[in-house]
């Protein structure tokens, strides 16, 4: 037995030692696990012990393709001499802006795609199938009624069934576990960018009004439950009409956002069906937003009706600190970023210590590119 043993490790050390040598190589110089260990980027990622997430790092191949805005970084702080993970927003050459809570890169406005916004959005509220509605949600006008354990409204002619959010968007602070911290007398100032996620089934005629507020802007998209034209109305003037809605009849998921000035319709997992930009309005007061829903009946004797079986809202991530927040506030003049350094921030603004104290990090700091958490099991999942 033992000489067996022998010669298969004879046989096989070489083979044994590359792929160990592999491994070591692939571990040191190539991808890296990082634990996060603070709220900075919560929810994105979750600081929490002992359910704090642990990620994988690119610490090689990334620097063979450019790094793009967005992508979550590691990096080493000269300062602390200490790793931080932050979001890169800020590339080499670039003057750098914070503007009513956007980005703004060399004078204009960032906007991100359908796709950023979704990786990048923080919860604000949300009701699923069976559940009770709270004091977020209120229900008005007529039409309303239960079945089947869904928010069910039946539309009658010209008069609207209204789902509104009732409580105030701000800009909160998050503890590692993503939960609002509320043991810190800051004001939380209002925010507006907002995600607004709906899963409905519809039946009959009807059109399904979807309105957001944004500051002294209200946008308002029509959408007839049969398909065709739809139309965008600002501050109830009609601003844009259009063919291109499928019919809503069944069951959708149904997409309605105004982050960084631009308004997106999405059906589904099909391309948006608008993609809109628009110029904010300045604002005399702190802007507020707000989010509703509507069923409106029409004249056909086919009534339509629509069970909401999923009602989320969410916020982009708002680029300004609330006054008496622990770091600094956000704002002032452009900020030029040398070339060879970068500019990241943390996702939870408010506990976030990033560039906006330290400054833009010089690329030979950085570490590299996380791209997956792979623990716990539950949060597994690509960055």
């Known amino acids: 037995m033992l000489a067996w043993i022998a010669g298969f490790v004879e046989r096989h050390l070489k083979t044994l030692l590359i792929a160990v040598a592999l491994v070591v190589l692939t571990r040191v110089f190539a991808v890296g696990c990082y634990a ?11 600081g929490e012990l ?6 994988l790092v690119d610490k090689l191949f990334y620097r063979w393709r450019p790094l793009q805005r967005f992508d979550v970084i590691v990096f080493w702080s000269r300062l602390d001499e200490k790793s931080y993970i932050k979001r890169l927003i800020g590339l080499p050459g670039e003057h750098l802006q914070f503007r009513n809570g956007n980005i703004v890169i060399d004078g204009q ?5 359908l796709a950023q916004i979704s990786s990048m959005k ?16 209120r229900r008005s006008g007529k039409g309303w ?5 869904h928010a069910f409204a039946r539309s009658e002619a010209d008069e609207t069934a209204w789902l509104e959010f009732r409580g105030k968007v701000r800009d909160v602070y998050y503890d590692a576990q993503g939960r609002e911290r509320t043991d810190r007398a800051v004001s939380a100032e209002p925010v507006t960018d907002l995600i607004f996620d709906l899963d409905v089934e519809i039946e009959g005629d009807c059109l399904l009004r979807i309105r957001l507020d944004d500051g002294p802007d209200r946008f308002e ?7 065709g034209r739809f139309e965008l109305r600002r501050n109830d003037e009609v601003t ?4 291109g809605l499928k019919s809503l009849q069944g069951r959708h998921r149904i997409l309605f956002t105004n982050v960084d000035d631009r308004l997106y319709l999405r059906v589904d997992e099909d391309p948006p069906v608008m993609s809109f930009d628009y110029h904010q309005r300045p604002s005399v007061e702190a802007p507020e937003s707000a989010a509703a829903v509507g069923v409106q009946g029409s004249a056909s004797e086919d009534v339509g009706s629509v069970r909401f079986l999923a009602v989320r809202l969410d916020r982009d991530i708002h680029y300004r600190r609330s006054a008496g927040a622990h770091y600094p506030p956000l704002g002032g003049d452009p900020h030029p970023i040398s070339p060879g350094y970068y500019f990241l921030v943390g996702d939870n603004l408010p506990e976030s210590r990033d560039s906006r104290d330290f400054g833009a990090v010089p690329e030979d700091d950085l570490i590299g590119r996380a791209f997956a958490i792979y ?6 999942g690509e960055l």
């Open 36 to 46: 996060v260990r603070m709220p900075s980027m919560t929810p994105t990622l979750i």
């Open 50 to 55: 002992p359910d704090n997430d642990q990620i």
């Open 109 to 113: 406005v960032l906007r991100k795609t």
């Open 122 to 137: 923080l919860p604000v509220a949300q009701w699923t199938d069976g559940g009770s509605f709270g004091d977020l949600w």
């Open 145 to 149: 009624e239960p079945k089947d354990a």
């Open 221 to 227: 998209i029509v959408l007839p439950s049969r398909g």
């Open 240 to 243: 844009l009409s259009e063919e």
């Open 375 to 380: 623990w716990p099991w539950s949060r597994i």
